[in-house]
């Protein structure tokens, strides 16, 4: 009776689903500080449509060229006009541009103005030393940047120096070059890194997202205030991989001029409308850089609330992908191109040079030669280049 009983009690329980032969999984979310499980066994969501006519996009791009042809326009008149302002009144031209989204009109006052400079014009010519962090407060995510002049003569006229849209960071060759405080698998501090992934108790740091940047502006810089800080708000720009750790060492580049992200930057840098949503925003982006396919979204998680915003810790899903459209339409990107939307899976993004679809091979390894004839291989992502 008693052997009966334990082979009674053993089958109830594995019938109540209290003993499981196979322990649950666990993958590693690199987009937050913890674990998710893994994607394959949550159910196929619905793939996004953009809510585009062929009509509306063709209105939209044509308000986009006019809107251009403004600025370019206005453009050349602030060259001749506005070259004396002093640069307390440039700074604030240059702002109220990019709020606009008159990056054309920004620039133009920068090229024709004696004491306004961008900041890696300045930076290559060495009047400007910028000092980038990454830095994470409450669940969102900030680049801190320091400019600041190397020397400073009293007297000397203000020096304006622009961050324009389409500005981004990278992890510093300093950073991932560091070593490991001099004792094997510790830190600088004494703690031993654990996180999956990671191996800088070897002297390496894992490749993270660049980051680019949601704000634009200009500031002044004289020998009374010879350092500004800036804590710009950034979306995630390298779809699939982990984002960076607070503190970490950045150097700042530019997206090439004209490229369907820097034109997304623009509009999103601007402050003229409403502000878009976080989330919307940063599916944005990483359609213009990274052209992520529908798959690839849900495979990372992007329909299961695993993927969030930098800015305000919002949480990415497919209902931000028709917003995300509107923004890469009015950047003058016609989103149907883009194979993450169902009502553009067979289009081809006619709007955008073949030469910008690049990017989105930024962790494809590089093309080997030929054993017998070896020949030199391009970079895998013309935009890691120097900055433009």
């Not at 981004?168 to 510790?186: C, M, N, P």
């Not at 931000?320 to 553009?344: C, E, I, N, V, Y």
């Not at 091979?361 to 900055?387: C, F, G, R, W, Y």
Request: aromatic share 8%; glycine share 10%; proline share 8%.
């Amino acid at each position: 009776m008693r052997v009966r009983g334990l082979c009674l009690a053993w089958i109830g329980i594995a019938l109540a689903g209290c003993w499981n032969p196979s322990p649950r999984s666990y993958e590693f979310d690199g987009y937050g500080f913890g674990y998710a499980q893994p994607t394959a066994f949550a159910p196929p969501a619905a793939q996004p449509e953009t809510g585009f006519d062929a009509a509306q996009v063709t209105s939209a791009l044509e308000a986009v060229a006019r809107r251009e042809a403004e600025d370019a326009e206005r453009a050349t008149r602030w060259a001749a006009e506005r070259s004396a302002l002093p640069v307390a009144e440039a700074v604030a031209a240059v702002d109220a541009a990019y709020a606009r989204a008159d990056a054309a009109g920004a620039q133009a006052l920068i090229a024709g103005h004696p004491r306004l400079v961008s900041w890696d014009e300045a930076q290559r010519d060495g009047r400007l030393t910028v000092r980038t962090t990454f830095e994470r407060r409450g669940g969102e995510g900030f680049a801190l940047v320091s400019l600041s002049l190397p020397t400073a003569v009293v007297g000397a006229p203000a020096l304006g120096v622009a961050i324009p849209p389409g500005t981004y960071a990278v992890l510093s060759e300093t950073q991932a070059g560091a070593d490991s405080g001099g004792v094997e698998g510790f830190g600088a501090e004494g703690e031993r890194w654990v996180d999956p992934g990671q191996e800088r108790r070897y002297g390496h740091w894992p490749a993270v997202q660049d980051l680019a940047f949601l704000n634009a502006g200009a500031v002044s810089l004289s020998a009374e205030a010879p350092v500004v800080t800036l804590r710009v708000p950034v979306a995630c720009a390298s779809f699939e991989k982990p984002a960076p750790e607070h503190g970490m060492r950045l150097d700042l580049k530019r997206f090439p001029a004209g490229s369907a992200v820097e034109r997304l930057l623009i509009e999103l840098c601007a402050t003229r409308d409403e502000a878009p949503q976080p989330a919307e925003a940063q599916i944005a982006v990483w359609l213009a850089r990274n052209r992520i396919s529908w798959a690839s979204f849900q495979r990372e998680g992007g329909t299961i609330g695993r993927l969030s915003t930098f800015r305000g810790n919002q949480a990415i899903s497919g209902r931000h992908a028709r917003g995300a459209a509107a923004l890469l339409l009015r950047s003058g990107t016609d989103p149907r191109g883009l194979g993450f939307f169902k009502d553009g899976a067979d289009r081809a993004p006619a709007d955008v040079p073949a030469a910008e679809l690049a990017p989105q091979a930024v962790d494809a390894p590089e093309p080997q030669a030929a054993p017998e004839e070896a020949q030199p291989t391009a970079p895998a992502d013309p935009e890691l280049s120097a900055a433009a």
